[in-house]
């Protein structure tokens, strides 16, 4: 089993939906960890937490350390908006990373 | 500040054939990493370094090496390249850790990637 796991694996949605993506962590953590991914491009962070919740602009980061689980929202989705989101965490035992397998967004015009 | 920079970007090997990719970084980080990401996984670590003079192995090491001469430079060595090494490699790197640790941001490469025929 994975220690970091996301859903849905693969979302579509129509341009202006408000899309929630989900990752859930078996592990004790320092941090959580948002990254994106463009086809064939780098991968970028897009947000570190380790409570509360975090915006910047249109996309919204929450964590409840309780439930071990992270939500990642997007606002009024764009075509620009279609990657790869992948959810990470920062282990508290080191600077360890663990991965989720990512969800491939497609946002349709 | 540049970054992570990785090279090359793409790179066909014949087995049994050895390359280095290389990673540099100018943002004074002491982890760096080595990732490689297969289609429908998550990201799995190779190796790391917290500083230079020192790594160590991460989940699949094998087939691989890598040195830490400088803070900088963090280069992955295949010695003698497989078809299972056909990948997405990515390079990484994070801050020190602190007394007061609560997680740093990671910076990633653009990545190669490699296709071993």
């Known amino acids: 089993k994975n220690e970091v796991e996301q859903s849905p694996q693969n979302l579509t949605a129509q341009e202006g939906e408000f899309i929630t993506i989900n990752c859930s962590y078996s592990v004790g953590i320092s941090a959580l960890h948002w990254l994106q991914q463009h086809p064939g491009g780098g991968i970028v962070s897009l947000f570190m937490?380790?409570?509360g919740k975090k915006k910047h602009g249109r996309l919204i980061a929450t964590i409840n350390i309780q439930e071990k689980h992270s939500s990642l929202h997007i606002t009024a989705s764009h075509p620009r908006d279609s990657a790869v989101y992948i959810c990470?965490?920062?282990?508290?035992?080191?600077?360890?990373?663990?991965f989720g397998t990512g969800t491939s967004l497609t946002v349709i015009p | 500040n540049a970054g992570v920079t990785q090279t090359p970007k793409f790179r066909i090997l014949k087995i049994g054939q050895s390359m280095t990719l290389q990673c540099t970084q100018d943002?004074?980080?002491?982890?760096m990493y080595w990732y490689r990401q297969d289609p429908g996984m998550g990201l799995k670590l190779i190796y790391y370094?917290?500083?230079?003079?020192?790594?160590d192995k991460g989940e699949v090491p094998n087939g691989y090496n890598v040195s830490r001469s400088t803070t900088e430079d963090f280069p992955l060595r295949l010695e003698l390249a497989a078809p299972s090494q056909t990948s997405v490699y990515f390079c990484a790197s994070s801050q020190t850790r602190t007394m007061r640790y609560s997680g740093s941001p990671l910076h990633f490469g653009n990545g190669t990637r490699l296709t071993v025929t």
């Open positions: 943002m004074n980080h002491n982890y």
């Open positions: 370094s917290v500083g230079a003079g020192i790594t």
């Open positions: 990470a965490v920062t282990s508290n035992t080191g600077n360890q990373f663990y």
């Open positions: 937490l380790s409570s």
